[in-house]
């Protein structure tokens, strides 16, 4: 079983739809956790940081983090055809980036 | 430009070969890394690099080989490369570690897809 799950998709929604991108993991010393964007054919970037429970929010972005269930996820609301992306997750214990443990990503594919 | 650039973007080439991607940073960023994107595995961690000569392996370094003479400098080498080894390799660079800052996030660059027949 892997540290990290993902869903890897593709999620295809119509534009201006609410997206729910989601990861679980099973290390209960996780405190760090991040969502990463990645654009086809190019890098990650970092889209939201959480550390430990709670919501964070961004504009249009949500990023919720339920350590009772090892669950987070990402809320995307007025999604947009810009939107469409991979999204990773990634986390760590001590938030050092040589700890950081990745899920496999889920494709997300915003329809006009 | 300023930023993180990976060369070259495509490259071929066959078992038993040395191949060696590399990897310039315009930030003279302390840390450097280097991860492998394979299908259903997510991003992990081949090498790292601290500072100009500190480098430390991370969760998959077999075949592979790095080197920091510069801060700027990050390549990694394939020194006999294998089929398994095909992959899309990406440089990242950090201004300092630990996270203590959220704004000091990871720069990845765009990426070497590599194929070994």
């Known amino acids: 079983q892997k540290e990290v799950e993902q869903d890897p998709g593709p999620l295809s929604v119509p534009e201006g739809a609410i997206v729910s991108l989601n990861c679980t993991y099973s290390n209960s010393a996780f405190q760090y956790f991040m969502w990463y964007r990645q654009y086809s054919r190019k890098g990650p970037e970092l889209l939201m940081y959480t550390y430990s429970s709670g919501n964070k929010e961004d504009g249009r972005f949500t990023a919720q983090v339920d350590k009772s269930s090892k669950y987070i996820s990402l809320f995307i609301r007025d999604s947009q055809p810009s939107d469409s992306a991979t999204y990773l997750c990634?986390?760590?214990?001590?938030?050092?980036?040589?700890?950081?443990?990745w899920g496999a990503g889920t494709k997300l594919i915003i329809k006009p | 430009d300023a930023g993180i650039t990976q060369s070259p973007r495509y490259k071929i080439t066959e078992t038993g070969r040395q191949v060696t991607l590399m990897c310039h940073q315009t930030w003279s960023h302390s840390y450097m890394f280097w991860y492998r994107q394979d299908l259903g595995h997510g991003l992990r961690l081949i090498y790292y690099?601290?500072?100009?000569?500190?480098?430390d392996k991370g969760e998959v370094p077999d075949g592979y080989v790095v080197s920091r003479s510069k801060t700027e400098n990050f390549p990694l080498t394939l020194e006999s490369a294998t089929r398994s080894q095909t992959s899309v390799y990406f440089c990242?660079?950090?201004?300092?570690?630990?996270?203590?800052?959220?704004?000091?996030?990871?720069?990845f660059g765009s990426g070497t897809q590599l194929s070994v027949l």
């Open positions: 990634a986390m760590s214990e001590s938030g050092s980036n040589y700890q950081l443990i």
């Open positions: 690099s601290a500072a100009a000569d500190i480098t």
């Open positions: 990242a660079s950090r201004r300092i570690q630990g996270i203590s800052d959220p704004s000091e996030k990871l720069f």
